[in-house]
């Protein structure tokens, strides 16, 4: 006898909650409400789905994984009213491609970034800090940090 593996995301029950939620939207529209929240049950499930993509092989070993998480989730409660149950009944594999999607875009803007301090860096003078003193240390953080404030500073 073989057990099913139980998934941390039950479909059925994420397709029931969105529905519910789409009522609750329609109803707000029509009484003039302001939109109402997810809820607890949904958050959960991009939740569930943003920190369990982030261990996927791909994604596992960022230092920025929380932000990737944080991306993924924000994508989602935007994209949450674009979700149509008469086209589709899997709402896990609907938003787990958002997430995958906002995972990308962080990585890309997060390699940016690194490249704009990188050129920072060799604008600046100081790459030769980066080599091994005498001793064979590297040069500090707080070292690098404070030659480039006075070079930005004193020019």
């Known amino acids: 006898m073989s057990k099913s593996k139980e998934h ?3 479909n059925k029950d994420f397709l029931y909650a969105i529905v519910d939620y789409k009522k609750r939207v329609e109803r707000s529209k029509e009484t003039g409400d302001p939109k109402p929240p997810v809820g607890e049950y949904i958050g959960g499930c991009f939740l569930k789905i943003a920190t369990h993509l982030s261990y996927k092989p791909n994604f596992v070993n960022y230092m920025f994984k929380d932000d990737m998480i944080g991306d993924g989730i924000e994508n989602c409660i935007t994209y949450v009213d674009n979700f149509d149950p008469s086209k589709s009944t899997n ?3 609907y938003f787990t491609q958002i997430v995958y999607f906002a995972f990308l875009r962080r990585i890309q803007k997060e390699k940016k970034q690194v490249d704009i301090k990188n050129r920072m ?6 790459s030769e800090v980066f080599t091994a003193d005498e001793y064979g240390c590297e040069a500090s953080y707080d070292g690098i940090k404070n030659s ?3 070079k930005m500073r004193y020019g």
């Open 91 to 93: 709402p896990f594999a």
């Open 148 to 150: 480039l404030e006075q």
């Open 8 to 10: 941390y995301v039950n």
């Open 121 to 126: 860096i060799e604008k600046s003078g100081f």
